[in-house]
T-cell receptor
Framework: DAGVTQSPTHLIKTRGQQVTLRCSPK?????VSWYQQALGQGPQFIFQYYEEEERQRGNFPDRFSGHQFPNYSSELNVNALLLGDSALYLC????????????FGDGTRLSIL | GIQVEQSPPDLILQEGANSTLRCNFSDSVNNLQWFHQNPWGQLINLFYIPSGTKQNGRLSATTVATERYSLLYISSSQTTDSGVYFCAVFSGAGSYQLTFGKGTKLSVIP
C-alpha cells in the first residue's frame, strides 16, 4: 500500500524563477493538501484540492497555485520565487470530508539562491 | 484563527526516561493529530484523537476537548524518539486545514 510520494526530494532555484512540485496521494485517498514548513516552524497550510478544484486556501499569495489531475495526483507551482520561499514543502492526502486525518509525504526541500 | 501552543519547546531526556508533552488550543476543535518529525524531515502520524485516550506501544495520547488540551506521553524513551513532536488541529465544521503548533523538540541522549 503506497503512501504519499513527492518529487523531487531536493531542488535549488534562483530568485525570480518558477518551480513545480509533484505529489501522488496515498492509495484510496482523493484529496490533496499542500503545506509550507520554514526552518524551525510548524507546517503552514497553503491549499487543498478535491475533484480537481481548489477547495480551501490559506494565507498565501497567488504566486502559489496548484492543480489536481483526474488520478488525484497534484502539482504545486510557485512563480517569481523569493528568498523567503526557501522551505520544506509537504503534501498530505486524505479521504474526502472535513476533519479527516491527513497523511504526509516526505517533502520537497526547496532552496532559493 | 485558532491558536495552538505546545510545551515545553525543548526537552532533553536520558534514554529510558518518561516524558509528557502538552498541546493547548484556543477554541473548540473537531479533531486533533499528533505527529513526529524525525531528523530527516519525515512527518509521521502518531495519533488521530478527537477525545479520550489511545495507546500505541510506548506512546499514548489523551485529549480533553472540553478543556482544550491534549497530552502525549512517551515512556522508556529511546534515541530514535528524538525529533520534533507536533500537535495539529482541525477547527470548525467544514474545516479542511490542519493548524500546527510550533512543536516540542525532543533530544534523547544515551
Amino acid at each position: 500500500d503506497a503512501g504519499v510520494t513527492q518529487s523531487p526530494t531536493h531542488l535549488i532555484k534562483t530568485r525570480g524563477q518558477q518551480v513545480t512540485l509533484r505529489c501522488s496521494p496515498k492509495s484510496g485517498h482523493d484529496t490533496v493538501s499542500w503545506y509550507q514548513q520554514a526552518l524551525g516552524q510548524g507546517p503552514q497550510f497553503i491549499f487543498q484540492y478535491y475533484e480537481e478544484e481548489e477547495r480551501q486556501r490559506g494565507n498565501f499569495p497567488d504566486r502559489f497555485s496548484g492543480h489536481q489531475f483526474p488520478n488525484y495526483s497534484s502539482e504545486l507551482n510557485v512563480n517569481a520565487l523569493l528568498l523567503g520561499d526557501s522551505a520544506l514543502y509537504l503534501c498530505a492526502s486524505s479521504f474526502v470530508g472535513s476533519n479527516q486525518p491527513q497523511h504526509f509525504g516526505d517533502g520537497t526541500r526547496l532552496s532559493i539562491l | 484563527g485558532i491558536q495552538v501552543e505546545q510545551s515545553p519547546p525543548d526537552l532533553i531526556l536520558q534514554e529510558g526516561a518518561n516524558s509528557t508533552l502538552r498541546c493547548n488550543f484556543s477554541d473548540s476543535v473537531n479533531n486533533l493529530q499528533w505527529f513526529h518529525q524525525n531528523p530527516w524531515g519525515q512527518l509521521i502520524n502518531l495519533f488521530y484523537i478527537p477525545s479520550g485516550t489511545k495507546q500505541n506501544g510506548r506512546l499514548s495520547a489523551t485529549t480533553v476537548a472540553t478543556e482544550r488540551y491534549s497530552l502525549l506521553y512517551i515512556s522508556s524513551s529511546q534515541t530514535t524518539d528524538s525529533g520534533v513532536y507536533f500537535c495539529a488541529v482541525f477547527s470548525g465544521a467544514g474545516s479542511y486545514q490542519l493548524t500546527f503548533g510550533k512543536g516540542t523538540k525532543l533530544s534523547v541522549i544515551p
